[in-house]
């Protein structure tokens, strides 16, 4: 039948209509308030996004209350705007996402019994929350240019708003008539790291015209950073090289100013690196004093060192006082650097940007009388809806986000009240926001009609979770978007955990190890261009460094300060500085979105950048895009292998990583934690240098470039040291962390299993273990999985995106996963179908949109590529099925470009399933062949059909279980035994 085709072609869409979309079966559900509102972690309310904007509902401040926040909205200075890459005592970085506004609806008091229910509906994307009051659903869109019908304006969505707008659909049905509140209110406060941070300016403005309420919120406040003073660990301090301040520069585009302090902040006036413009305060030059040592002044007043050079800040002071600075300029014009005692150099970061976020509240149609002002301050304004029972309310909220630039000038352009304005004018009508809703309804329709995913019915809890993450990513995540830090955009507190950024020993990357068998790789087109802002000038500069520093953990706060870039970045001796020097890229663990705001150390795990390169080698892998593979993956993955080359040492004829942390600062527990000096050749190390060299021989080759380096790298691939093994307590061979005979968990220390990652690495996301693999090997794979997964309940609190997909690339029992992950998430999830994890097994606390990642392990029991040499394989569900247990899946995306379905019934693990359907269809746009293993283990022979034609094609073996044909970019071939 026409259905029955349509679920193998794929087209998802005709399939909801035909046999229903298993998320139709999924919701989360509540039969009261939420109460994590306010938390630093997870929310465990009804959630709703459209890929940039996160609204969490809640009843905080109303009968409705709609908590907004954006991956795009980040503040850069959160504490006073100083150089963002110093750090203070505490050691805590300048950047943080937070949240931008809360909107609230409030009824009027009555004396009926109050209640709140709530339903988040996966497969329409909308929130409907009924309570005592009023009924109301919720939901956001993405609005594009190309998304306006014709008679709107489309000038109105240009300029800022190129890259989109969000808006918040909102339409409530009142069970009683009156006048109901709504409210827009904009935390006073911001971003905190310690106490005293100025308050983010806001604003508020009612329009009496429309009835509409607006409020400003900017992310930073101050876009000037101060100078200040931090050892010189390089030939020229980043992002500050001076020569715009020498007496001989010309085309200064940025200058030196005296700024008043903030109240209560900083006193006296501070010095800022400046936007040059015609401000007369921008006088402040260089002056020779004497031989080759320079005086900062403007004439009049000289710059001094705050506070006896304990902290950083340069200040305005008298050219009389004895601690005036004395600069010696190196005069080298490539790395230009001020000095003072050849220790010390002036820092002079360039200008925090500007994120503006408006929010926009207008409302559409269902008033009995015009809105009024009830009450209007900086942080919030309340206006009047009169309301009839049982007539809907449509309310537009609409959240444009700006990054508004670091100059004085585009500063004051960046006006995104009249942009909101000027949307918010062309949704004037029902059926104008009926527009909304039905461009809302289709981006979520194109998005689940991409692939899907039936367990059957054993498995409906697993089922929930998997496309619980699904729907989060679909709202977290969107092409040519910010990616989503920690959280996602759901914050409703102003200093998320760990700032919610990009955590890139592990977080910032799990969230995207599923999308790609997802089918849906261009949601990780932010991700790549992250990345990119970082990679070729931050990492070339950190590998580079003259030396590395101690990282010790007990640091004076002087020395902390002084030593920023290099503490908790542990050196060859962890005694004493060292030269460093390094080739290629390596990157901190801790990035945002700005190109000058970074957490400067890499904890001591040098396999840091190798890790970003993952997304990237899975997007090629799973996309077959050869001009991103040239001009953006190549290069990153040879600097990482020039890093690694580098690093590397060659001992007794095999190269080791020495002098690595398996865990941040080495903290492997046992005997031996802290201790660099034995922390040697972690498989979180060796496993990503196998596949970065085994990633350059290949794609060289297929571009014809780098033939003369090509015998290194497989020199290195070659003789790299087998990974380090260990005797668990339990008397088993399992993987190490490291070269140590410590660290494994136990019933009296389990610490260790919340971070599985430095046991599972060769497997998942390193991927140089699976079912191809060396049986031995293979072996103490599945024992070190079974191990560490029983301790932290395979729910650990560093995610199931840790603990899942390695157990799968190695599955000997699929039953036996599919229940252990089954109860896993059971155990985690909330009513939002977001896992709640803390100390699993005995301490710490997860992230949410990590966990997105988890879904890999679903896929990959399905239909997965395994294997890295030239017999790699198409497994289809590579250890059966579940005795008696009905599957489908459609359109999982697997490597070499195919998307795969397949339907049938298992007959239990490492026995073939009944099979109803088998199909392949290739994404590639140049010709590609599918090796596939033998899906018919009972002795049948396969055939591969051209389903276009009803002709077979000719396959070939390659070995004894598997065979390959040729396919072709857009044509269906179905499996079949004969």
């Known amino acids: 039948s026409t259905c029955n085709m349509m679920l193998f072609v794929g087209l998802s869409l005709l399939l909801s209509e035909c046999l ?27 959630i709703v996004g459209n890929g940039d904007l996160g609204v969490c509902v809640s009843n905080h401040s109303g009968d409705l209350t709609l908590h907004l926040a954006s991956n795009g909205y980040w503040s850069s200075a959160v504490w006073v705007d100083m150089p963002i890459d110093q750090t203070r005592k505490d050691g805590d970085e300048f950047f943080s996402m937070t949240r931008i506004a809360t909107v609230a609806i409030s009824a009027p008091k009555t004396n009926t019994t109050s209640y709140w229910t709530a339903v988040q509906n996966l497969s329409t994307a909308i929130v409907t929350v009924a309570t005592t009051s009023l009924g109301a659903s919720v939901a956001a869109v993405m609005v594009n240019e190309s998304d306006v019908k014709s008679q709107w304006k489309p000038q109105a969505l240009t300029g800022p708003l190129n890259a989109g707008t969000n808006a918040a659909l909102v339409t409530f049905t009142p069970t009683v008539s009156g006048i109901f509140n709504l409210s827009l209110n904009v935390p006073y406060g911001g971003p905190n790291n310690g106490g005293g941070a100025p308050p983010l300016p806001s604003s508020t403005t009612y329009d009496s015209d429309d009835g509409s309420i607006m409020a400003v919120r900017d992310a930073v406040t101050d876009i000037r950073n101060s100078l200040a003073l931090q050892r010189c660990v390089y030939g020229g301090q980043r992002n500050s090289s001076q020569w715009w301040m020498m007496p001989s520069a010309t085309n200064r585009d940025r200058c030196i100013m005296a700024l008043p302090p903030a109240p209560g902040v900083v006193s006296p006036p501070r010095l800022v690196l400046a936007d040059n413009t015609s401000d007369t305060r921008c006088t402040w030059q260089l002056k020779e004093s004497s031989s080759s040592s320079y005086t900062l002044t403007d004439g009049h007043s000289c710059a001094l060192l705050r506070s006896n050079g304990t902290e950083p800040y340069l200040i305005v002071g008298s050219c009389q006082d004895p601690q005036v600075l004395q600069f010696s300029w190196d005069g080298q014009s ?29 409302a559409i149609t269902g008033l009995a009388s015009p809105v009024s002002l009830i009450s209007q301050e900086d942080y919030n304004v309340t206006v009047s809806l009169n309301v009839t029972k049982g007539v809907p309310v449509q309310l537009l909220t609409l959240v444009p986000v700006h990054a508004c630039g670091s100059t004085e000038a585009s500063v004051q352009a960046c006006t995104p009240d009249a942009v909101a304005m000027a949307i918010a004018n062309l949704v004037a009508s029902p059926g104008d926001f009926k527009e909304l809703e ?12 991409q692939m899907q995913v039936d367990l059957g019915p054993q498995f ?96 004076s706060a002087v020395d902390s300060e002084n030593d920023f870039f290099n503490r908790e970045q542990l050196s060859l001796s962890g005694k004493d500085r060292v030269p460093a020097r390094y080739n290629g890229t390596q990157l901190p663990t801790h990035v945002s979105i700005f190109p000058d705001a970074y957490y400067g150390s890499d904890w001591g795990i040098e396999a840091v950048g190798a890790f970003l390169t993952k997304p990237f080698i899975d997007y090629v892998d799973f996309v077959g895009d050869l001009d991103f593979m040239q001009h953006r993956a190549y290069p990153f993955v040879k600097a990482v292998g020039d890093f690694y080359q580098s690093y590397t040492t060659l001992v007794d004829n095999s190269y080791h990583i020495l002098y690595s942390c398996a865990q941040e600062s080495c903290s492997q527990a046992g005997s031996e934690t802290g201790s ?9 190390d060796l496993a990503f240098f196998k596949r970065i060299f085994r990633t350059l021989i290949e794609w060289s080759q297929q571009l014809n470039v780098d033939e003369d380096r090509r015998p290194k790298w497989q020199q290195l691939l070659d003789n790299v040291i087998a990974y380090p093994l260990a005797t668990s307590y339990e008397g088993k061979t399992v993987f190490s962390q490291a070269d140590i005979q410590d660290g494994m968990p136990t019933p009296s220390n389990p610490e260790c299993a919340r971070y599985p990652i430095v046991y599972f690495n060769a497997m998942h996301p390193g991927e140089d273990i699976d079912l191809d693999g060396n049986t031995s090997l293979l072996e103490v794979a599945r024992s070190t999985i079974d191990l560490v997964n029983s301790y932290n309940q395979w729910s650990p609190t560093n995610g199931m995106c840790l603990a899942w997909p390695p157990a799968s690339r190695v599955v000997n029992n699929v039953t036996h996963l599919l229940t252990q992950y089954q109860n896993a998430a059971n155990e985690t999830m909330m009513n939002n179908l977001l896992p709640y994890i803390e100390n699993h097994p005995n301490s710490g606390s997860g992230c949410n949109m990590e966990n997105s990642g988890a879904t890999v392990a679903i896929n990959d029991l399905l239909v997965s590529r395994h294997g890295n040499g030239p017999t790699k394989a198409i497994r289809y569900l590579p250890n059966g099925w579940p005795k008696n247990q009905p599957m489908s899946f459609s359109n999982i995306r697997v490597k070499g470009g195919h998307l795969a379905s397949a339907q049938a019934i298992g007959a239990g693990p490492g026995s073939q399933p009944s099979w109803t359907e088998l199909t392949i ?3 590639f746009t140049y010709t590609v062949n599918a090796t596939i293993v033998n899906p018919f283990t009972n002795g049948s022979k396969p055939e591969v059909v051209n389903v276009a034609t009803s002709k077979p094609v000719a396959i070939d073996w390659v070995r004894r279980d598997r065979f390959t044909f040729v396919t072709q970019q857009g044509v269906l071939f179905r499996i079949q035994a004969v």
């Open 20 to 46: 229903g979309h298993p998320v139709s079966r999924h919701a989360g559900q509540w039969d009261k308030p939420p109460t994590m509102i306010g938390s630093e972690h997870f929310v465990d309310c009804p």
């Open 676 to 684: 660099v000096l034995k922390s040697n050749d972690p498989p979180y």
């Open 334 to 362: 490539t790395e230009t650097r001020l000095s003072i005692d050849g220790s010390r150099c002036l820092a002079s970061v360039e200008p925090n940007v500007l994120i503006r976020a408006a929010v926009l509240v207008k």
């Open 921 to 923: 269809l290739s994404t």
């Open 460 to 555: 409906q809890t697993l089922e929930k979770f998997y496309y619980g993450m699904q729907y989060q990513l679909g709202s977290a995540m969107i092409a040519g978007k910010q990616p989503p830090g920690l959280w996602g955009p759901w914050l409703t507190n102003d200093s998320p955990g760990w700032r919610g950024d990009y955590t890139t020993d592990y977080n910032y990357e799990a969230a995207f190890f599923g999308l790609f068998s997802d089918n849906r790789p261009e949601l990780a087109s932010g991700y790549f261009a992250n990345v990119e802002m970082y990679w070729d000038t931050l990492g070339r500069w950190r590998a580079g460094m003259d030396t590395w520093g101690t990282g010790s953990r007990t640091r």
């Open 438 to 449: 039905s461009l809302q309804s289709a981006q979520w329709e194109r998005y689940w009609g």
